[in-house]
């Protein structure tokens, strides 16, 4: 979720009158802040969430491992006050998703207990959480019912749509293991269905780099299975 209360919904105009109050009242229960290198992990999944981790800028991803190996990647993040581990503050359960920097950050460590502590005296503030946490439910859950109920190469298309539109949240990656990963696949299915996208005369790819070729055409092969 993000430290700024998103500009739709139905508690946006009293989120906004709040803000600087909560934001003030957030970061009092700062401890500390530290760096993270490329490719260290914020939040590992299974572990106890101690804190609360606030990233202002960067780049951050998501996945989760199976017990049989599979990843599932969520995509990147561009950070805009973001902050990670807030499902399990009110769960009280072990971290959910592997949060790993992309770059070189610095993340504002902040107390859980404390944050805790704070909405239990301000319950108004928890209208932050619960408006964020619905709005970043619903964008999961699209993802995850569209990976679920179309074909891989059905959701590649229908990515690519919406990002043309920049309609999109979370980004894509450069490497194609793990954009499959992003489609909960692998990468031989993933290329596979690629070559289908081109040779529909959907999509090009050229030095790795995919495209649109012709989006009236990718429009009409997405809602012809709407």
């Known amino acids: ?84 581990g807030e499902m399990e503050l009110f769960s009280q359960t072990g971290c959910q998703w592997n949060v790993v920097a992309e770059e070189q950050l610095e993340v504002d460590v902040i107390c859980l207990k404390s944050v805790a502590e704070l909405i239990t005296h301000r319950p108004e503030f928890t209208l932050f959480f619960a408006s964020a946490l619905a709005n970043d439910y619903q964008d999961s859950l699209d993802i995850y019912t569209y990976r679920l109920l179309h074909s891989i190469t059905y959701n590649i298309a229908y990515d690519l749509w919406h990002r043309y539109q920049e309609r999109v949240t979370l980004g894509s990656f450069g490497k194609a293991e793990q954009e499959a990963e992003r489609f909960g696949t692998s990468s031989r299915v993933y290329r596979r269905a690629v070559k289908e996208l081109i040779d529909k005369g959907l999509i090009t790819k050229t030095s790795g780099e995919i495209k649109i070729a012709d989006i009236e055409a990718l429009k009409s092969f997405i809602f012809e299975f709407e």
Request: hydrophobic share 35%; aromatic share 14%.
């Open 1 to 84: 979720m993000q430290l700024r209360p998103y500009q739709t919904g139905r508690f946006t105009d009293t989120l906004n009158k709040l803000y600087d109050e909560f934001r003030k009242a957030f970061y009092q229960c700062q401890l500390h802040s530290r760096f993270y290198q490329a490719g260290e992990i914020i939040l590992q999944q299974g572990q106890p969430v101690k804190h609360l981790y606030l990233v202002s800028v960067g780049r951050v991803s998501m996945h989760i491992s199976a017990m049989n190996g599979r990843c599932f990647q969520l995509g990147e993040v561009e950070c805009d006050h973001h902050i990670f």
